[in-house]
T-cell receptor, first 115, second 112 residues
Framework: GAGVSQSPRYKVAKRGQDVALRCDPI?????LFWYQQALGQGPEFLTY????????KSGLPSDRFFAERPEGSVSTLKIQRTQQEDSAVYLC?????????????FGSGTRLTVV | AQSVTQLGSHVSVSEGALVLLRCNYS??????LFWYVQYPNQGLQLLLK??????LVKGINGFEAEFKKSETSFHLTKPSAHMSDAAEYFC??????????FGTGTSLTVIP
């Protein structure tokens, strides 16, 4: 597609519920990133894929967070047993290359509210 | 380690006035520097970037930024503010790794 598509745009989850957030990157983009943006803060890195390989997951805050990109295109960020502190906007970004000085194209994000 | 400091979480300017949003970075290696803009309920849009070469970088919507190595700064400017410039602005640094490090953002208000 023309841009990075994320779904759903908004998600309300009860505490303890599992959620799955989807990212559809720009076609042909090799690199895919997930960021977490808390209210009033800048985005913080969660994880990075190059094709289907998850090369960096150092930013995932706990083992309740899991991301996958099985075919090197669409990615899913899964959060198990959601907690209130997981409430944030989850941004996906993709890039043609993981190398060099490319800026990323960001999606509009999924706003997760845990109640 | 890399980090970004944006001075001033809120900046207000009059329409037609100069916009100056400050960004200082910390990086152990020559950085790549970026400015992104975020409108309400939208993702981040790239305004401009510095990689190598000319230190004065021009971006979209009349914005520009100058990389000053001696000051470790990458301030964003626009000569004349428009109402449509009201948004959240994020400075980011990226060095040898793949991830960006973002500042906490500056909210720009344009007063008619």
């Amino acid at each position: 597609g023309a841009g990075v598509s994320q779904s759903p745009r908004y998600k309300v989850a009860k505490r303890g519920q599992d959620v799955a957030l989807r990212c559809d990157p720009i076609s042909g983009h090799v690199s895919l990133f997930w960021y977490q943006q808390a209210l009033g803060q800048g985005p913080e890195f969660l994880t990075y894929f190059q094709n289907e390989a998850q090369l960096d997951k150092s930013g995932l805050p706990s083992d309740r967070f899991f991301a996958e990109r099985p075919e090197g295109s669409v990615s899913t960020l899964k959060i198990q047993r959601t907690q209130q502190e997981d409430s944030a906007v989850y941004l996906c970004a993709s890039s043609f290359s993981g190398q060099g000085a490319y800026g990323y194209t960001f999606g509009s994000g999924t706003r997760l509210t845990v109640v | 380690a890399q980090s970004v400091t944006q001075l001033g979480s809120h900046v207000s300017v009059s329409e037609g006035a100069l916009v100056l949003l400050r960004c200082n970075y910390s990086s152990s290696v020559p950085p790549y520097l970026f400015w992104y803009v975020q409108y309400p309920n939208q993702g981040l849009q790239l305004l401009l970037k510095y990689t190598t070469g000319a230190t004065l970088v021009k971006g979209i919507n009349g914005f520009e930024a100058e990389f000053k190595k001696s000051e470790t700064s990458f301030h964003l400017t626009k000569p004349s503010a428009h109402m449509s410039d009201a948004a959240e602005y994020f400075c980011a640094v990226r060095s040898q790794g793949n991830q960006f490090y973002f500042g906490t953002g500056t909210s720009l208000t344009v007063i008619p």
